[in-house]
């Protein structure tokens, strides 16, 4: 029987991570099963220890995976037009309708709350991550002075995409998601165009 190097562990391990981290913000933590999981990634279920110790384990790791994805997301959904442009970007009518492609905060925020140290660690670190990116954006002199207000702009902006998400009527949704990018303007300091 050949064993696979270290390379091909390394890879099959992040193509779990990645599929693991689309499933769970569409079907949620509880509702996704080490089986559905590894089968997602092409995977028997019998391999799953060969990589994780366990289901936490995943989920850490998943977690901390889909916060550097947005991070580099926000990176380029910026681009020239800077935080305006992300802050319209996340709240889409395209993000709003592919949550398995999107933000795992608006996807995954209350269960990512009950659940163990180790998950809560990792998505404090990416969070924050994504947090001081964007206050250096906005204050490259002090980016430390601006870390909460950006916390509570992408708190209320996860907050908007769920309620979007949630709403039946198409038009009440919409005009969530505008009033959500004003909100977000406005607690971040950006102008409005006119």
Do not use: W
């Amino acid at each position: 029987m050949a064993r696979y190097g270290k390379e091909h562990k390394q890879a099959t391990r992040q193509r779990i991570v990645e599929a693991a981290g689309r499933r769970l913000k569409r079907d949620g933590i509880d509702g996704s099963g080490v089986a559905v999981l590894m089968s997602d990634a092409g995977l028997t279920n019998g391999a799953f220890y060969a990589h994780f110790a366990s289901k936490d384990d995943l989920v850490v790791n998943a977690v901390a995976q889909q916060l550097r994805d947005l991070a580099e997301s926000l990176d380029a959904m910026a681009g020239d037009g800077g935080v305006e442009q992300l802050v319209r970007a996340y709240l889409s009518i395209e993000h709003r309708d592919h949550p398995a492609e999107g933000c795992p905060s608006a996807a995954l925020l209350d269960e990512i709350g009950r659940c163990g140290r180790a998950t809560k660690q990792a998505y404090t670190d990416g969070v924050v991550a994504i947090a001081d990116d964007i206050a250096e954006r906005l204050a490259p002199h002090d980016p430390a002075s601006l870390r909460l207000a950006v916390l509570t702009a992408y708190a209320g902006m996860v907050g908007t995409l769920q309620l979007a998400r949630a709403l039946a009527d198409e038009q009440l949704s919409q005009a969530v998601l505008e009033q959500g990018i004003s909100n977000a303007l406005a607690l971040l300091s950006v102008p409005k165009p006119s």
